[in-house]
């Protein structure tokens, strides 16, 4: 499932790249004011759309609901429509839901060291974490990577009720909640220069510390 708000300059080449390995994406075009439901649609998605802009946790919920009416899916992975997360990393949390006793993995850009956040995103990430396992009392390295995989039991249990970025911490809380198996798989998150020049870094953590103070 790809949350898409306005990304029609680089999604129609991130569906493809990513169809490669997963023939079935699902794009939820939240409400975009470009051609972005096009691009993914020439890319090769079905396209889901909300007429307008509810946020990433409602364009996520609706993708998870699509998904799960196809009665012979079994995995369920979680993507984001900018180019930072990579096929290979989503394609080795499935190859672990399908071989291992887990209902969710939960990609962790901070397990091996490879991604190098801005020192602020840092920041707020790891206070993002200490208060996602303070009150889930799951033991995370990163409460808030979109690259996510779920079988079919941990999908089902998922319901996002937050719209906007409150759904990150909510998705943790209802793994906890639901008591699904769950492990982290270190992946790697690409922080290109389309993504900062979107300044997308620095809303996305400013919108992590409202979700907390929120909470």
């Known amino acids: 499932m790809v949350p898409l708000y306005n990304e029609a300059q680089v999604v129609r080449e991130v569906v493809e790249h990513a169809r490669q390995t997963f023939p079935n ?35 996520l919920q609706t993708g998870i609901s699509y998904a799960l009416q196809d009665p012979n899916a079994e995995f369920f992975v979680t993507f984001d429509s900018d180019g930072q ?56 390295t990163d409460a808030h990577n979109g690259l996510r995989a779920f079988n079919r039991t941990g999908a089902s249990a998922i319901r996002i009720r937050q719209n906007r970025m409150a759904h990150a911490s909510e998705i943790i809380a209802e793994i906890a909640n639901a008591k699904l198996r769950y492990a ?32």
Not at 52 to 58: D, E, K, R
Not at 99 to 104: I, K, N, Q, T
Not at 196 to 203: A, H
Request: hydrophobic share 45%.
């Open 25 to 59: 994406i699902v794009c939820v075009d939240d409400g975009s004011t470009d051609a972005s439901a096009e691009q993914a649609r020439l890319g090769g998605a079905t396209v889901v759309v909300h007429p307008i802009n509810l946020g990433q946790g409602a364009a």
């Open 85 to 140: 997360h990579r096929v290979e990393d989503a394609l080795a949390m499935v190859n672990r839901l399908d071989s291992e006793p887990l209902d969710v993995v939960i990609g962790s850009r901070f397990l091996d060291g490879r991604t190098k956040p801005g020192l602020l995103k840092k920041i707020v990430l790891k206070a993002a974490v200490i208060f996602g396992n303070l009150t889930s009392g799951m033991k995370l």
């Open 184 to 215: 982290e798989e270190p992946v790697f998150v690409v922080y290109t220069d389309y993504s900062r020049s979107k300044g997308q870094s620095l809303w996305n953590s400013v919108n992590i510390l409202s979700d907390l103070w929120l909470k």
